[in-house]
């Protein structure tokens, strides 16, 4: 479903993404990790074509996001770390809005919308404008429109953000789901706990390069970290091991 070859960001001299391969099978539900400054979020917009690559290409079911971008896009539901809606509009005429975008109108994208509205208990809001809702339910206003178009992929960066814990759930059900009929996640968080349990393949990326990509037990023996956690493979492999065991020592003394 997603086909990343040779992608690369260049601000000046600076190389926010070296040269990066990456496929997604269809069914896919994948991890793409990596701390602040890593090259995360700019690898994420060149995938959905919100930024324009310095050199490679990205393909989306086999369309390329640069020359064929209409029908990559169609095949593709994002969902960005901050919400961005507007304001004026109530949130069913937001979602009416969005699914216009992909040329979709009439009973059928009526019915997605109300019963996207009512997955995420926004059906009492539905009439009311955006400017009214709270954080989180402008988050699952977000999700619901990355949706309404029936997407083959969806790319998700931070989903949980101003959720609560039954939204929250409610969430990582619907991606297992999506992904269990055969559509692809392309999944971005700093919730580890949520990957490790999600996620059928990782990549971890660090100041611009992929430093481990697999499954759970691919990862551990990339990193020689034997039974190791996610949290623990990641930490070693992003530098992070001084911070733990700085916080570890701290627990120490506190207890003691």
Known sequence: MIRIEGLTKRYGKFTAVHPLDLHVRQGELFGFLGPNGAGKTTTIRMLTGVLRPSGGRVLIGGHDVADASAEAKRLLGYIPDRPFLYEKLTGAEFLRFVAGLWGQEGTLVERRADELLELFELTAWKDTLVESYSHGMRQKLLISSALVHGPRLIVVDEPMVGLDPKAARMIKDLLRSFAEQGGTVFLSTHTLE????????????????????????ELRGQAEAGAAGLEEIFLKLTGGEDVSDLIASLRAVAEA
């Open 194 to 217: 949520v990957a490790e349990t999600l996620c059928d393949r990782i990549a971890i990326i660090q100041n611009g390069a992929i430093r481990a990509m697999g499954t759970m037990d």
